[in-house]
């Protein structure tokens, strides 16, 4: 029969089912919804217990982290006329013209000029270096707009981070910082908010627990329909 036990880690509590066996040794298992479950042997002690998953408890945050963040999908791309590009969540077609080497938005046209079409390589840094510029003021304009979460809430914050990452929207560490993709600039504005929300809120809770989604909620009663709507991207 499983107990239900938790530790306080740090700023956070590490909650998780714990249950005997004729093991030897304390095993722990986190899992993608983000449980853990201890499995001791059957002359262990509850103090004990406590006293490794606490000594585990920085592994555990780390395995918890990697199921909370949130992921998107990556697309190939191909870099040529008629291609779709979005920005803010709108859609663009891709314009390649033979001229100087820059690239406008224009109307609904990224206008990209390259010395060749077949430079697909110089087409993708180029828009990469677009998006890269903009991504920089948008994502600090919206993450200042719910800066106040940190300081109502008390959470510890060092610093935001804006990088292209291939595989995630966002992410959080333990040392206070968030983490937000580059192409998030590409998503609509109400879905950057729900990231940013999102990691302020794991900044406090490092896990999907019932205070993580409390106070999601709280700051974003409609998280749910965001999210849906950021995973059409």
């Known amino acids: 029969m499983e107990q239900q036990h938790q530790i306080e880690y740090g700023n956070s509590i590490i909650r998780f089912s714990l249950s005997y066996s004729r093991r030897k040794t304390l095993g722990i298992n986190v899992y ?18 406590l006293h490794k998953v606490e000594k585990r408890g920085r592994w555990i945050q780390k395995q918890i982290r990697k199921f909370t963040e949130i992921h998107k999908p ?12 979005y920005y803010l ?25 390259i010395d060749k079409k077949e430079n697909k390589q110089k087409a993708k840094r180029l828009l990469d270096g677009w998006y890269k510029k903009h991504a920089e003021d948008k994502l600090h304009e919206r993450f200042e707009k719910y800066r106040y979460i940190i300081e109502r809430e008390k959470i510890k914050f060092n610093s935001l981070i804006i990088m292209r990452m291939e595989k995630r929207w966002g992410s959080c560490t333990s040392r206070g910082n968030v983490v937000l993709n580059t192409n998030l600039v590409k998503v609509p504005v109400d879905c950057i908010d729900y990231v940013i929300i999102h990691e302020i809120c794991h900044l406090k809770y490092l896990n999907h627990s019932a205070k993580f989604y409390n106070t ?6 409609d998280w749910e329909r965001k999210k849906k709507r950021l995973e059409q991207f």
């Open 74 to 85: 990556t697309k190939s791309l191909e870099y040529v006329s008629g291609e779709t590009f």
């Open 89 to 113: 969540g709108r859609q663009y077609r891709l314009k390649i013209l033979i001229d100087k080497p820059e690239i406008k938005l224009v109307g609904k046209y990224f206008r990209l000029s």
């Open 216 to 221: 999601l909620r709280k700051y974003l009663p």
């Open 32 to 49: 993608p919804d983000s449980s853990v479950n201890v499995v001791a042997p059957e002359n262990a002690t509850l103090q004990k217990i």
